[in-house]
T-cell receptor, first 110, second 112 residues
Framework: KNEVEQSPQNLTAQEGEFITINCSYS?????LHWLQQHPGGGIVSLFM???GKKKHGRLIATINIQEKHSSLHITASHPRDSAVYIC????????????FGAGTILRVKS | EPEVTQTPSHQVTQMGQEVILRCVPI?????FYWYRQILGQKVEFLVS????????KSEIFDDQFSVERPDGSNFTLKIRSTKLEDSAMYFC??????????FGDGTRLSIL
């Protein structure tokens, strides 16, 4: 069983659509990260959260600690949002390190 | 905004050779990490470093790997005798306490 699971694996959306990417994890965590990886390979940290909700521009991340689940939402999606979105969990039960999901490949068409 | 820088961006090396990947973390960060991503696979943790010593390492980080902070700014990953399966993207990251990790753009390592 994967420690951090993401869904969907692939997502194609039309420009302007509301997008949701889901992440579930199997142990208690101290923080969950949402990361963005562009085709060139570089990784950008979008959010780190341990409870509730965070918002940055058109991006919103939520986490439900009891359900061990987090979501990343993109409002009014744009082709420049096309990237791989990765969640990663930080937990002492994982050995005090980040454990990464497989990523969701998002393509936003104009 | 300060950023983590990695050099080189692409390294091609013959199998069996030693390779050193370099990283300059953000200057006031205290925690340093190396990750790798084999093409088409998940990002995997290699090692974390704090207070001039390794604080955590994965099973991937065997005796062929070592890390060093030779001066106040650089953080290096050395692979002593490279194997074909070491071909991957290697990412360095740094953070302050309880802060998000900042990632470099990665070094693509190709072993021939």
């Amino acid at each position: 069983k994967n420690e951090v699971e993401q869904s969907p694996q692939n997502l194609t959306a039309q420009e302007g659509e509301f997008i949701t990417i889901n992440c579930s994890y199997s142990v208690g965590i101290s923080a969950l990260h949402w990361l963005q990886q562009h085709p060139g390979g570089g990784i950008v940290s979008l959010f780190m959260l341990s409870s509730g909700k965070k918002k940055h521009g058109r991006l919103i991340a939520t986490i439900n600690i009891q359900e061990k689940h987090s979501s990343l939402h993109i409002t009014a999606s744009h082709p420049r949002d096309s990237a791989v979105y990765i969640c990663a969990a930080f937990s002492m039960e994982y050995g005090n390190k980040l454990v990464f999901g497989a990523g969701t490949i998002l393509r936003v068409k104009s | 905004e300060p950023e983590v820088t990695q050099t080189p961006s692409h390294q091609v090396t013959q199998m069996g050779q030693e390779v050193i990947l370099r990283c300059v973390p953000i200057s006031n960060h205290l925690y340093f990490y190396w990750y790798r991503q084999i093409l088409g696979q998940k990002v995997e943790f290699l090692v974390s470093f704090y207070n001039n010593e390794i604080s955590e390492k994965s099973e991937i980080f065997d005796d062929q790997f070592s890390v060093e902070r030779p001066d106040g700014s650089n953080f290096t990953l050395k692979i002593r005798s490279t194997k074909l399966e070491d071909s991957a993207m290697y990412f360095c990251a740094s953070s302050g306490p309880r802060e998000p990790q900042h990632f470099g753009d990665g070094t693509r390592l190709s072993i021939l």
